[in-house]
């Protein structure tokens, strides 16, 4: 299981950071995203890292912005988020797959969420 944790209410132009806590250990092969989801929209991609390098990939609109990162004794993912707009705005996902790929269906367990708002 994965359990995301961090989200708020927050002005743009500030920061907030989220992390999700897998419950068992995550293995080297694994790939762990960050997805996000606005209202009335799809689930969208936001940046992943591999488990084992640490190779990372961020979609264009977060990039320079977003920094994922692990910390692998944790089990655990983090996203850093700079410079927030007000279309950041989404419930994030965690999520845990094999493919070093942005695609909502290569992940195959996913957390609830959390909720970021960005306010202007």
């Known amino acids: 299981q994965l359990e995301e944790s961090g989200g708020g209410s927050v002005q743009a132009g500030t920061s907030l950071s989220l992390s999700c806590a897998a419950s068992?250990?995550?293995?080297?092969?694994?790939?762990m995203g960050w997805f996000r989801q606005a209202p009335e929209k799809e689930r969208e991609f936001v940046a992943l890292?591999?488990?084992?390098?640490?190779?990372?990939l961020y979609a264009d609109s977060v990039k320079g912005r977003f920094t994922i990162s692990k910390v692998n004794a944790e089990n655990t993912v983090y996203l850093q988020m700079n410079v927030l707009k007000t279309e950041d705005t989404a419930v994030y996902y965690c999520a845990k797959g094999h493919q070093y790929s942005s695609n909502v269906a290569d992940y195959y367990v996913w957390g609830k969420g959390t909720l970021v708002t960005v306010s202007s």
């Open positions: 890292i591999r488990w084992h390098s640490g190779s990372t």
């Open positions: 068992s250990r995550i293995y080297s092969s694994s790939v």
